[in-house]
Nanobody, 124 residues
């Protein structure tokens, strides 16, 4: 069992930066792939970024490629999402998720554990 808790959301102006953190519990954290998703009201939860269990592989949605960076510190059981050059369309609730599969995965259904989400609002 893995429990994940997101933090770091907030209000930022367009062009600004935020760093989201995802703290995970459980001794097997380092064997899980981790991902970030985001959701706006009335829409599906969309993939943002993922990182493999060894941090050897990362993958990004086209909409954030070059602006967002996912990383992890297995010693701290924490995953990060550094978001730069933020745009109003990045406004959403951001969710962290863990997958037992270990490899980079983009599909929602492949993730086993989810956090409660953290709100990111980008003003124009």
């Amino acid at each position: 069992q893995v429990r994940v808790v997101e933090s770091g959301g907030g209000l930022v102006q367009a062009g600004g930066s935020l760093r989201l953190s995802c703290a995970a519990s459980g001794r097997t954290f380092s064997s899980y792939a981790m991902g970030w998703f985001r959701q706006t009201p009335g829409k599906e939860r969309d993939f943002v970024a993922a990182i493999s269990w060894r941090a050897g592989s990362t993958y990004y949605a086209d909409s954030v490629k070059g602006r967002f960076t996912i990383s992890r510190d297995n010693a701290k059981n924490t995953v990060y999402l550094q978001m730069n050059s933020l745009k109003p369309e990045d406004t959403a609730v951001y969710y962290c998720a863990a997958s037992r599969k270990g490899a980079v995965i983009t599909g929602r259904d492949s993730y086993d554990y989810w956090g409660q989400g953290t709100q990111v609002t980008v003003s124009s």
